[in-house]
């Protein structure tokens, strides 16, 4: 089963399909990203300890919750750190299901291209499974914050503007501290470390 199918859009305006619950949101795959603008902070997380007042897990392998996928898409739910350099580092993520553009829900297992969803009106995934999962950070990682949030097109305002990403680093991310998004896509390297994390908005 492939990725969730971007609906297209361009500076004239964004298509748009019905499902029984809301419209269909804009999902983009993009492969040349432009950094500019402020990144996104939410509630701060401590480096040396999760968030939750438990240890950080243990580093011995990347594995951990990972389940093989290349992406996966929800939200970060806390985040820890064995180091100040943030070299041992982790994520606890909430899984999310997308809808496809014929309303068929995808997980991660399911997605062949990174799940991007930006500019969307509407909630285009639903949470099934409260799972929690842990994931290892690659410390080069890199994390992408939406730069251009109020300039784009959404909600069929008159904004024409396409999506642009501000790239930062695993020490960014934990200054900033847990994100305030449920848009996150994260990407895996095939020993299972996240080497990407994209953090988006709707309007």
Known sequence: MGAPVALARDH???????????????????SLLTACG????????????????????????????????????????????NDPQHQVAFIT?????????????QSAPDFTEEPIVVGNSDVPWVNENHKERTYAL??????????????IQCGGNDKT????????????????????????????SDAGKVTRIRISQGC
């Open 93 to 105: 993520f909430d899984r999310y299901q997308l809808y496809d553009q014929v309303g068929t829900l």
């Open 138 to 151: 690659d410390p080069d990682a890199e994390v992408l914050n939406l730069a251009n949030p109020g300039k």
């Open 161 to 188: 503007e396409r999506p642009a990403w501000k790239s930062s680093t695993v020490d960014d991310l934990f200054a900033a501290g847990i994100p305030d998004s449920d848009q996150v896509s994260l990407t895996f």
């Open 12 to 30: 004239g305006g964004m298509m748009s399909r019905t499902r029984p619950l809301a419209t269909l949101a804009l999902l983009i795959t993009i």
């Open 38 to 81: 402020d990144g996104l902070g939410g509630e701060s997380a401590s480096s040396t300890s999760a968030t939750d007042g438990t240890a950080p897990p243990r580093a011995g392998g990347a594995a951990l919750d990972w389940d093989g996928v290349r992406y996966d898409f929800g939200r970060i739910t806390g985040m820890s750190s």
